[in-house]
């Protein structure tokens, strides 16, 4: 069935970066655009970004400029977001999130979530 | 960027009520809301997409409507299984915002 499998925790010190990776499996990767979405704990949800794994073409928030990079691999299905320097706001769970047109735009399909703990 | 304000952000209600959130945008974006039911400690799941549209295997007990800047999640009659923190959000345009999100929680 289609499904989107994250990578597991992690744990990072203040100022290092974190790699999260999205299998995606059951549709083509190529097919849909990916996006981002995080959650601190005890907060609401927060749009990083967006990636074309069609193309590479990506966009983000504001607020993660020159810290976050999304990337792709089609011969794994996997995409990824990387985000760098981190800090202790940063403490979260990461969740990929398929955008569907047929739906205007809406994501159905969600990984089951990466929590990125940041701590000294 | 686009507001999405939701109210109430939190509510009690009992097993049978019909349960209204309501989710306001700060700009004019015909349909393009969506509403997602969250559980603790799982991801967001896609209930109503296009402002009305019931995603497949949702109950019918859900419904969605509004366009331009004001819209609605209605729960005709509230099950046990849906305690839960709901949150709309728009797919007019990036960044894709979303509400501040609604607690139901159980009376």
């Known amino acids: 069935q289609v499904q989107l499998v994250q990578s597991g925790a992690e744990v990072k010190k203040p100022g290092a970066s974190v790699k999260v990776s999205c299998k995606a499996s059951?549709?083509?990767?190529?097919?849909?655009?990916m996006h981002w979405v995080r959650q601190a704990p005890g907060q609401g949800l927060e749009w990083m970004g967006i990636i074309n794994p069609s193309g590479g073409s990506t966009s983000h928030a504001q607020k993660f400029q020159g810290r976050v990079t999304m990337t792709w691999d089609t011969s794994t299905s996997t995409v990824y977001m990387e985000l760098s320097s981190l800090r202790s706001e940063d403490t979260a769970v990461y969740y990929c999130?398929?955008?569907?047109?047929?739906?205007?735009?809406?994501?159905?399909?969600w990984g089951q979530g990466t929590v990125v703990t940041v701590s000294s | 960027d686009i507001q999405m304000t939701q109210s109430p952000s939190s509510l009690s209600a009992s097993v049978g009520d019909r349960v209204t959130i309501t989710c306001r945008a700060s700009?004019?974006?015909?349909?393009?809301v969506n509403w997602y039911q969250q559980k603790p400690g799982k991801a967001p799941k896609l209930l109503i997409y296009g402002a009305s549209s019931l995603q497949s295997g949702v109950p019918s007990r859900f419904s969605g409507s509004g366009s331009g800047t004001d819209f609605t999640l209605t729960i005709s009659s509230l099950q046990p299984e849906d305690f839960a923190t709901y949150y709309c959000q728009q797919s007019y345009n990036t960044p894709r915002t979303f509400g501040q999100g609604t607690e139901v929680e159980i009376k």
């Open positions: 700009q004019s974006m015909s349909t393009y």
């Open positions: 999130a398929r955008e569907t047109r047929n739906s205007l735009f809406a994501f159905d399909i």
């Open positions: 059951g549709y083509t990767l190529t097919t849909y655009y």
